[in-house]
Structures are given as C-alpha cells and as structure tokens.
C-alpha cells in the first residue's frame, strides 16, 4: 500500500521569507500524480500545486514551486516571499490513477506565518 | 453552484442516533468521494461514486457507514448507531470526470461530526 509521510508537523516562517515543506511517500508504481493541498480554518481543502511522476520538469505555481526526486521518492513544497494568507494546513498526497481511486494523504503540516 | 456544499456544517449527535450528512456537487461533475479527516490526521479516503454507481466502496470503515448517490448529483453518507471514533470532518469532493490529472477535486468545507 502507498504511504505519504510529512515529518514536520509544524513549520513557522517569518513573513516575506522562504520555507520549505517536506513529503516522502513509498509506492511501487512507476507512474502517479502527486499534490499538495492547503487547508485554511474553512476546511475547504484547495490544490496548491501537482506533479505527474513521468515529468522530470519540477511544477510550479507563481510562489510556489516543488523538488520532485523521483528515486529518492521525495516532493517537497518550496512557498517563496511567504504571506500571511499562506498560513493553514498543507497536505501533501499520492494518487496512482490506475488503482485505488482515493488520494492518499499525509498527516499535514502546520504552517506558520509571523509577520 | 458555484462550488460543493455540504450541509450541515457542524453536527453533535449522541452516542447510538443515526446521522445524514449531504453532499451537493458542483453541477456537471460526474465523480464524488467522500474523505473522512480525524483530528490531527490526514484524509481518509471513504467511498467514491461515478455517476450514481460506487465502483469503491473500500474505505468505509464499517458497515454502519453507507452512501448514496441519486441522479448523478447529491451524495448523502449515513452512519447508523454512531460512536465517538465517528468524530471527525467528513469532506467531500467532486470531480469533471474521475480523478486525474486533469480533471481535479473541488472539495467542499466539510461536515464536523461530534458525537458526545
């Protein structure tokens, strides 16, 4: 079965600067999508940014931007000149497309913004 | 609409009492899943229609948990004789066609389910 781990359940980031969110998940597919969500006190869960695993190409979206290391499994989330609109859970998730049809999600993240 | 609703957005209930939680998707979409997210947790993956047909229904975590979907659009998930490990949000999310790439969830903001 897949996995999502996210080691950091807390990261706090001074306003305008740049911070780094943490995923590693564990699959044997060789082709998936993965995600990263955020998750502000509404609880409405909006997709921040995706990767297809076939693109060696790391996605981004305006601030936000991945590392995507296909062989060492890891997909990390890069938020640049933080705001404080940033704040909220980030969830971290595989889906295979192929298999089961559920998101696999990691516990999250809880971001921090001091400004 | 505009978006996925889901009503209520906050329901206590007790111990052993049955509860509805409702789904309306954004009009158009197809596919419907239902996540489940304990405090502190990530999402649980529940059940997923496609049209009115639930081809997975793998991640209900028992069978006091059921799910409908009528007319391809409103979804309600029921939960029969509820217990305090049934505490959680219970999201939901709809999609153009089946997941994919290209064809992302929208989620709603979800139902917090107390049960005292």
């Known amino acids: 079965a897949q996995t999502v781990t996210q080691s950091q359940p807390e990261m706090s980031v001074q306003e305008a600067e740049t911070v780094t969110l943490s995923c590693t998940y564990d699959t044997s597919e060789s082709d998936y999508y993965l995600f990263w969500y955020k998750q502000p006190p509404s609880r409405q869960m909006i997709l921040v940014i995706r990767?297809?695993?076939?693109?060696?190409q790391n996605a981004t979206e305006n601030r936000f931007s991945v590392n995507f290391q296909k062989a060492a499994k890891s997909f990390s989330l890069k938020i640049s000149d933080s705001q404080l609109g940033d704040a909220a859970m980030y969830f971290c998730?595989?889906?295979?497309?192929?298999?089961?049809?559920?998101?696999?999600f990691g516990k999250g993240t809880h971001l921090i913004i001091q400004p | 609409g505009a978006g996925v609703s889901q009503s209520p957005s906050n329901k206590v209930t007790e111990k052993g009492k049955d509860v509805e939680l409702r789904c309306d998707p954004i009009?158009?979409?197809?596919?419907l899943y239902w996540y489940r997210q304990s405090l502190g947790q990530g999402l649980e993956f529940l059940i997923y229609f496609q049209g009115n047909s639930a081809p997975d229904k793998s991640g209900l975590p028992s069978d006091r948990f059921s799910a409908e979907r009528t007319g391809g659009s409103v979804s309600t998930l029921t939960i029969q004789r509820t217990q305090q490990e049934d505490s959680a949000v219970y999201l939901c999310a709809s999609s153009r066609d089946r997941h994919s790439y290209n064809s992302p969830l929208h989620f709603g903001n979800g139902t917090r389910l107390t049960v005292t």
């Open positions: 998730a595989y889906y295979s497309g192929g298999g089961a049809d559920g998101l696999t």
């Open positions: 009009s158009g979409h197809t596919a």
């Open positions: 990767q297809e695993a076939y693109k060696q």
